[in-house]
């Protein structure tokens, strides 16, 4: 039996959603100042450490960066509305690049729910304040709790959608 993260191609189809999707990202008005240049493999590599370890596979982020704590990490960002439309609009351009050879339709349909889910947590702002830094933070700080995530292990060959244990536990709140 073979997991989420087996089951799709493992590190080469997490390696080809995250590369896709950080390709667009410096020429992007919204998301490009949040990400510095000097650090944008840094940002491609942690991506692709954390979705492939959410989705089953090495847990190379943990290993590295600790624990994901999303909303802590990513509290020095002034996320709105138009900053989580816009990352899922490039992640949703990341995904069309992916053959569904590669990435089967109800599996491409289980990671845009978790990318759903997970941007719409992260919104920290009311609508207009997209890509700033908040007043006194720098990157590194935090100030919120992340919300815990477990590796996925969805038996291959069976629907995402049939399996209640692909949804962690909703996190409200900041």
């Known amino acids: 039996m073979s997991n989420f993260y087996e089951a799709v191609g ?9 590369h896709e999707f950080y390709k667009q990202v410096p020429e992007d008005d919204i998301l490009g100042p949040m ?3 000097e650090d944008l493999d840094g940002a491609e590599d942690r991506l692709r450490w954390f979705l492939a370890q959410y989705w089953g596979g090495p847990q190379e982020f943990n290993e590295k960066r600790g624990h994901p704590r999303l909303r802590m990490r990513h509290a020095q960002f002034t996320i709105d509305e138009a900053g989580r439309d816009r990352w899922l609009q490039l992640m949703s ?4 690049k992916i053959s569904p050879e590669q990435l089967p339709n109800e599996y491409r ?28 933070m ?3 700080m935090g100030t919120s709790s992340g919300q815990g995530m477990t590796p996925e292990t969805i038996p291959h060959g069976t629907s995402p959608e049939s399996s ?5 536990n909703e996190h409200s709140g900041s």
């Open 93 to 96: 351009n990341a995904l069309e």
């Open 109 to 136: 349909a289980a990671i845009w729910e978790h990318m759903e889910r997970v941007a719409n947590m992260l919104i920290n702002a009311p609508s207009g304040g997209h890509g700033e830094m908040h007043p006194g």
């Open 35 to 37: 990400y510095p240049a």
């Open 138 to 140: 720098h990157p590194g």
């Open 10 to 18: 493992g590190e080469q189809t997490f390696r080809a959603i995250v």
């Open 164 to 168: 209640t244990s692909s949804k962690p």
